[in-house]
């Protein structure tokens, strides 16, 4: 009996991605809804190990009132593809966050996405990350330093041997046997590290594009010979968040459909979750319109960068970037690059440094528009609905040029 206990406990922890059906109906969301109030019902039998803190004393400490959290539940809710009637679940699955241990390590990294992290809004950091999950272990967050600090690992990765999330954030250094890279008392490298800890792990969610493709350590040349946490670690169902930094409401949907769902959300060819990445940049961005029209900036400062017109021309990569920045945006929702009068980089995609850090249109670049994709169509179409699109914005600006030399005389 105890053993069948244990089991059924362990089985609370088993990570896997999620497979969403494609025609889903009202049954399939009342099937769903089911297994996830099952879902929290088990959870709530779990004593928190190692966090007792309750969501509503957390809250209003912060003073946070019920009716706020309930708005950030039902934004969450929409973010994370869910119906409506999914609110009640989603706010439960906040205060269950303690039952889920996170492990955060950094590798090869600036820190930006644990920045980004501590300035998440409402609930904050402090009320769901901090407070209301089990972060057992982050360098950059705790106290111990030195010794204490490993042994804290190693009672961590021990203790919830198989039921902690692994956050990884930064690239990992391959060159010189892993020599670029090193840590603690005992100098262990990052690969050592990396796999050391991961090796218990119930998932890896892989934050930032440093740590899911390479980022800009990553970049020509490449002197450290970095690699995205998914190029190093094998067996184990990873999860990538990239951009630079990630958003932490896509950080925090993760771990919420994880304690929501018992499984990790439906990832696209690129190991990220649709539910953040299955937007292309362009088509939700608020100078779409400008780009339909043919209106665009064609230098800093000009009337069009007055009017808000599209960056295109100045090297705006919402073209051809997967992210949902241009819905969630950063700072408490209240803007984002595009918003700001820059062109989006593109840092959600592979390699995105050297292909799309630059001014200048993707027509004027000689490189290859990038495969797969992560909607449903583009997955469907792949390369050739991705080239037909590039072909088709490049012929786009070059009548918008050709019809402003018109207007000019210049024709």
Not at 28 to 54: F, G
């Amino acid at each position: 009996m105890a053993d069948d206990k244990i089991e059924s406990v362990k089985s609370l922890f088993t990570a896997k991605s999620a497979k969403v059906e494609t025609n889903k109906g009202e049954k399939y969301y009342e099937n769903l809804y089911a297994q996830c109030r099952e879902r929290l019902d088990n959870l709530k039998k779990i004593v928190p190990v190692s966090n007792n803190i309750k969501i509503k004393e957390a809250i209003e400490e912060e003073g946070v009132s019920r009716r706020d959290f309930l708005k950030w539940a039902s934004a969450t809710t929409a973010m994370l593809m869910l119906p409506a009637s999914f609110t009640p679940l989603v706010a439960e699955a906040a205060t269950l966050m303690n039952r889920v241990p996170v492990v955060w390590i950094e590798l090869q990294d600036c820190a930006g996405n644990s920045e980004a992290l501590l300035r998440s809004d409402g609930p904050t950091v402090d009320e769901i990350i901090l407070d209301i999950i089990s972060l057992e272990f982050h360098e950059t967050l705790m106290a111990a330093a030195g010794h204490q600090a490993e042994k804290q690992l190693e009672d961590a990765v021990e203790t919830f041997k198989g039921k902690y999330l692994l956050f990884v954030e930064g690239s990992v250094p391959m060159g010189l046997n892993g020599q670029y890279g090193t840590l603690g008392a005992k100098g262990e490298t990052f690969i050592d590290h990396l796999h050391r800890v991961a090796k218990d792990a119930a998932a890896i969610v892989a934050v930032g594009s440093c740590a899911t493709f390479g980022g800009i350590p990553a970049a020509a040349p490449n002197p450290t010979d970095a690699k995205g946490v998914m190029d190093v670690v094998n067996g184990k169902t990873i999860v990538n968040i990239p951009a630079c930094p990630a958003n932490p409401s896509n950080m925090v949907g993760v771990i919420l459909h994880y304690v929501l769902t018992g499984q990790l959300p439906e990832l696209d060819s690129l190991l990220r979750p649709k539910f953040a990445f299955g937007y292309r940049i362009h088509d939700n961005c608020e100078r779409r319109a400008h780009f339909d029209a043919g209106e665009y900036v064609e230098e800093w400062g000009d009337e069009g960068a007055k009017n808000n017109f599209c960056l295109y021309k100045m090297g705006c990569k919402g073209p051809m970037t997967f992210n949902n920045c241009s819905i969630v945006r950063y700072n408490e929702g209240v803007n984002w690059p595009v918003g700001v009068g820059r062109g989006c980089i593109g840092c959600s995609e592979p390699d995105f440094w050297d292909k799309y850090a630059y001014e200048r249109p993707m027509a004027n670049a000689n490189i290859k528009a990038p495969t797969g994709g992560v909607e449903k169509t583009v997955d469907q179409f792949g390369l050739g609905l991705l080239t037909a699109a590039g072909i088709g914005i490049g012929i786009h600006a070059a009548a918008s040029a050709v019809a402003g030399k018109k207007d000019k005389g210049e024709a």
